[in-house]
């Protein structure tokens, strides 16, 4: 009598694998990005996130956890809500990516070139200031006053 083989176990899921099927609470996300439940749930009023409902709950996806990183980031580096929410969604239009990465190279430059704007104007105004503090500091020294004193 031959007995059968049992059924092979399925495949261990990866860590990636798994991660990409975990569910966040909104309790978790803004512990891990140090922002409260109401910027999140900002976030998603402004369509930048979109996170299933369960009920009243909340579940987000990796998805949602990758953008609302992007996010962060991107408000660190100056841009406004509505460039992320244009970046972010040019990935639904074009999965491969290119699209999104040639606006956000286009979009960097342009940052660039005013940050290095501002910071000529910023160069300039302390060098402005500091001719402003040698100028008083001697007149304060010409009459007899110590500029350093209050």
């Known amino acids: 009598m031959s007995v059968a083989a049992p059924p092979a176990a399925p495949a261990a899921k990866s860590p990636a694998q798994r991660d990409s099927q975990r569910i966040y609470s909104i309790a978790e996300l803004s512990r891990?990005?140090?922002?409260?439940?109401?910027?999140?749930?900002?976030?998603?009023?402004?369509?930048?996130?979109?996170?299933?409902?369960?009920?009243?709950?909340?579940?987000?996806?990796?998805?949602?956890?990758?953008?609302?990183?992007?996010i962060r980031r991107g408000q660190r580096l100056g841009f406004k809500l509505a460039e992320i929410k244009e970046l972010l969604d040019l990935y639904e239009v074009d999965r491969t990516g290119v699209q999104q990465l040639r606006e956000l190279l286009r979009r960097s430059r342009h940052h660039i070139v005013d940050l290095e704007d501002k910071r000529r104007d910023l160069d300039a105004q302390i060098t402005e200031f500091k001719e402003v503090e040698a100028q008083v500091s001697a007149e304060l020294r010409k009459r007899g006053v110590d500029p350093e004193s209050e």
């Open 32 to 70: 891990e990005f140090a922002i409260t439940p109401r910027t999140i749930r900002f976030y998603e009023d402004e369509g930048l996130i979109k996170p299933r409902r369960q009920g009243m709950t909340r579940l987000y996806s990796a998805g949602d956890r990758t953008r609302l990183g992007w």
